[in-house]
């Protein structure tokens, strides 16, 4: 799921409830998927899906469904059965199967982008528009370009020379704000997404949201039987 869809950790672990949602969506033709679970801050995104790749990772997506529901909608569960004992349990096996330093899990994440800025790249998308798409796809917002190019996209850098400007990195940092306060928006999208996956995400209620928008700190849900 990392490799096809460029996941943290924390959003791979947390990802069961969502995992019909994405399947019916990608076997409609959908060329996204909406991702709110496990993400940082709680930001909702929608992740391109690599076209190319549309097969393996409807596959991908299928196996883990199917994985989930013979094991209570978990797919890594530590000894605690929290979130904190699964991430750990996570980094013991990722060190077992040898995925570690260049070839760690964030390592997926990084091939998911590469792979996702060439598809778009070859099929005529600006390269400054593929920045900010591949950038909001990770969860970085459109702002963040710069070190999406140096981080992610380092190896095809020369795809991008002469293509960004000043005027076009300063345009997308001063975009208007959202109508909606923060903790509004958050609890928007929040019920939204609970209704298209079918289960909750955390606690749906306004008190909470804006507590948590106070620090930008989202609460710690369950992260399985959400």
Not at 24 to 39: I, Q, W
Not at 181 to 210: C, F, M, N, Q, W
């Amino acid at each position: 799921l990392a490799l096809h869809l460029g996941l943290r950790r924390k959003e791979a672990l947390m990802c069961a409830p969502d995992l019909q949602m994405w399947l019916d969506a990608l076997v409609r033709g959908d060329s996204t998927l909406a991702l709110m679970r496990g993400s940082k801050n709680a930001r909702p995104r929608q992740v391109r899906i690599i076209e190319s790749e549309r097969s393996q990772t409807i596959e991908a997506i299928r196996c883990a469904l199917a994985y989930a529901r013979e094991h209570n909608l978990e797919l890594i569960t530590g000894t605690g059965r929290t979130l904190k004992s699964a991430m750990n349990r996570l980094r013991a096996l990722l060190r077992r199967a040898g995925m570690v330093g260049p070839i760690s899990f964030h390592s997926l994440r990084y091939t998911y982008a590469l792979k996702s800025a060439l598809e778009m790249l070859d099929g005529g998308m600006a390269p400054y528009e593929v920045l900010v798409e591949l950038s909001e796809s990770l969860g970085h917002g459109p702002t963040r370009i710069q070190m999406i190019l140096g981080h992610y996209c380092q190896s095809i850098r020369e795809r991008f020379e002469g293509h960004i400007s000043l005027h076009n990195i300063e345009s997308d940092r001063h975009r208007p704000p959202s109508k909606l306060p923060r903790a509004t928006a958050r609890l928007a999208a929040k019920r939204r997404h609970s209704e298209l996956s079918g289960y909750p995400i955390g606690r749906i209620d306004a008190a909470h949201d804006v507590a948590c928008s106070a620090d930008d700190t989202p609460g710690q849900e369950h992260p399985f039987k959400a």
